[in-house]
């Protein structure tokens, strides 16, 4: 006797993929792509209206753990894209950056950094290069300290042409102290002459997150995938 259809869609409820299974791989790979391009918090993957849809697209899938994507997948994502960065960039004779400081509504203070560059091509491109904790007093010393850690780190500090940045005092004394030894910081503040839509750009962190998506996360088309 054959089995019926409600046995074999309970058979298939049942087999769940292996940790090395390529669509488990994949569907993780997919949840941790939205989760960093819609800027999703982790737990989500633990909201039981989340889990019940995963299971509903494909019941053998097993949900990833917030530690895992934390501590394993996030760091590996972060690696990749760096390096991913470090090789455009590579390629860019010169290049302009913006850089600005914002404040949660808990008031933690963020500092976002933005390279701008034109490629061979012509075609410009920007990069958010950090967006990270500014802990401490937001002098002048301590912002120019975190911005040449960013630069040396993406291999720019002989590339940049112009530092942008809003005409706070701390932003003007500490690159202006350092126009004689980094290039790109020379007439940043020092010109009155210059207007203030010339000298002066703000960057929201929402534009500064809006920057290239994510890349080179394997997806699978649906005859394959359907036919695991």
Same mark, same amino acid.
């Given at each position: ?63 990833? &753990? /917030? #530690? ?11 690696? *990749?894209?760096?390096?991913?960065? @470090? =090789? !455009? ?14 404040? &949660? /509504? #808990? ?11 034109? *490629?061979?091509?012509?075609?410009? @491109? =920007? !990069? ?36 942008? =940045? ?63």
């Amino acid at each position: 006797m054959q089995p019926t259809l409600e046995k074999e869609v309970a058979i298939f409820q049942k087999a769940k993929f292996t940790a090395s299974s390529p669509v488990q791989t994949n569907i993780t790979n997919a949840i941790v792509k939205m989760l960093v391009t819609d800027i999703r918090p982790l737990h989500m993957v633990e909201n039981e209206g989340f889990k019940d849809l995963i299971l509903l697209l494909d019941p053998r899938y097993t949900m990833v &753990s /917030r #530690k895992h994507i934390q501590n394993n997948l996030l760091p590996q994502l972060f690696s *990749t894209t760096q390096d991913k960065i @470090k =090789s !455009l960039l590579s390629s860019a004779n010169t290049c302009n950056v913006t850089l600005d400081i914002w404040s &949660s /509504r #808990k008031m933690q203070s963020f500092l976002g950094i933005t390279c701008h560059y034109l *490629t061979d091509a012509f075609e410009m @491109k =920007s !990069l958010l290069l950090s967006c990270s904790r500014l802990v401490g007093h937001h002098t002048g010393e301590h912002i120019v300290s975190e911005f040449e850690d960013v630069a040396l780190t993406y291999n720019i500090s002989e590339k940049i042409f112009k530092v942008i =940045s809003d005409n706070a005092s701390n932003m003007k004394k500490g690159f202006n102290d350092r126009q004689t030894q980094l290039p790109g910081f020379k007439d940043v503040h020092d010109s009155d002459s210059e207007s203030d839509s010339e000298m002066e750009l703000q960057l929201g962190i929402e534009s500064s997150i809006v920057t290239e998506e994510v890349e080179n996360i394997e997806t699978m088309d649906l005859d394959t995938y359907y036919s695991q």
